[in-house]
Each structure stands twice: as C-alpha cells, then as structure tokens.
C-alpha cells in the first residue's frame, strides 16, 4: 500500500503527457486554407493582410471604449496566442497564430501598451523561433519561458521586476485555468481565454480590468 501511495504522489508531479487540443478554429484554419487552396500565395497573403488591418481597427475600436486601460498585457502562447503546444514541434516547422491574434497584438502596440509573453513551454528556443518567424518577437518587453510548478507567480515575479509594472496595472490572458486562479489571486485581471485570443476575449478582458467588481 505504501508503495501505492507514493507512486500515486510522484505521478501526480509529473505533467500530462501533451497532446494537442480539439479546437473549433484549428477546423475554421483547415476550412479556410481548403478555400483558399486555388488562390495564389500572394493573394492569400494580401488576404490576411486585409484581415488582420480589420481586426486592429476593431481592436483599436474596443480599447477606445475604456477609460482606464492596463500598462501592460501579457500573453500566454500555446492554445492562447498559437493554435498548438510549440514543444510538439520542430523549430523548422510553420507557426501560425489565432486568426485575430495578430490584429489584436497591432492594436495594443499602435496604442503604447506593452506587451509581455509568460509560458511554461519547455522548449524557449521553439518558442523564441516561432516568435521570430511570426515577425513579433520585437512586440514584448518582457518575455519569460520556463516551466514551472508554482503556476505563473514566477514568470509574474519576473515580469514586474524586469517592468517594473504593478500587477494591478496588468491584464492576462491564458486558457489554463490553474494560471488564471494563480495570477488573479496576486492582483493580475485575467482572463481565461476557451478557444484563443480574439476580440470577444479582448472586450471581456478591458471590460474586466476597467470594473474588476461587476460580473461579466
Ligand atoms: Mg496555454
């Protein structure tokens, strides 16, 4: 019985195996690039171009309808930003983000609020790569990749002193709800995001950190 017991706790320590989540937009991303498989490179290219200009100008929308808005928001990246666990990958691989999250990052940027990445990805320099080659890797002021079993309190440690932003000024967005209940809990508004960013989390997200007291 005893030996039962402590394989139970040391197999409680070790995280999951990973495997990649169901989700609706990964279908929306097949759908789409089924559609546009008769278009040239460039024309879908000059599509999400168009695309993304819609979704900034929406976003920029939203945030003009708050007065009080965070000095920083920060980002986790798989299933929040990109559509997959990037450790499943290889560096040589092709990231692509949620279908707005570009637009969204543009908006927060056009307006002056900085951006920081938190993940507990094993894999930083997948990760550092995937960044690169999305072209916003220069978007954060902060990044912070490891794991970690305190849920993100460290990677927010490390966030502030490296900003020096108090956690009340900031807005999360991650969809584990552990990290969620973590990071709140230190004063940080968060918003656990089901199917990526978007601008429905976008709204939820200013409309919480402008009335952290109503229910929404
Ligand atoms: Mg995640």
């Known amino acids: 019985m005893v030996v ?8 409680k320590n070790v995280p999951y195996k990973k495997r990649e989540k169901k989700s609706s937009s990964k279908h929306l991303l097949q759908l789409i690039s089924t559609s546009h498989s008769l278009l040239s490179v460039e024309e879908r290219e000059t599509d999400k171009e168009m695309e993304d200009v819609r979704v900034k100008d929406e976003a920029l929308r939203l945030i003009g309808l708050f007065e009080v808005l ?24 092709m990231p692509y983000l949620y279908p707005q999250a570009k637009g969204i990052l543009q908006a927060f940027q056009d307006k002056g609020i900085e951006m920081a990445i938190a993940s507990r990805s094993p894999t930083a320099d997948i990760a550092n790569t995937f960044l690169d080659q999305l072209g916003i890797q220069s978007m954060f002021v902060a990044k912070e990749i490891f794991t970690s079993r305190t849920f993100k309190a460290d ?13 009340n000024s900031m807005l999360f967005f991650d969809d584990e709800y ?9 004063g940080v508004t968060s918003i656990l995001v089901d199917d990526g960013l978007n601008l429905q989390e976008l709204h939820s997200g200013l409309q919480k950190f402008s ?5 929404i």
């Open 70 to 93: 965070p000095r920083l928001v920060v980002f986790d990246l798989d299933y929040t930003l990109w559509p997959f666990y990037n450790e499943l990958h290889s560096k040589r691989g």
């Open 211 to 215: 009335s952290p007291n109503e229910q």
């Open 4 to 11: 039962a017991t402590s394989t139970w706790v040391k197999k």
């Open 155 to 167: 990677h927010f440690k490390a966030i502030h002193r490296r900003t020096g932003i108090p956690f």
């Open 178 to 186: 552990g990290n969620i209940d973590t990071v709140s809990k230190m």
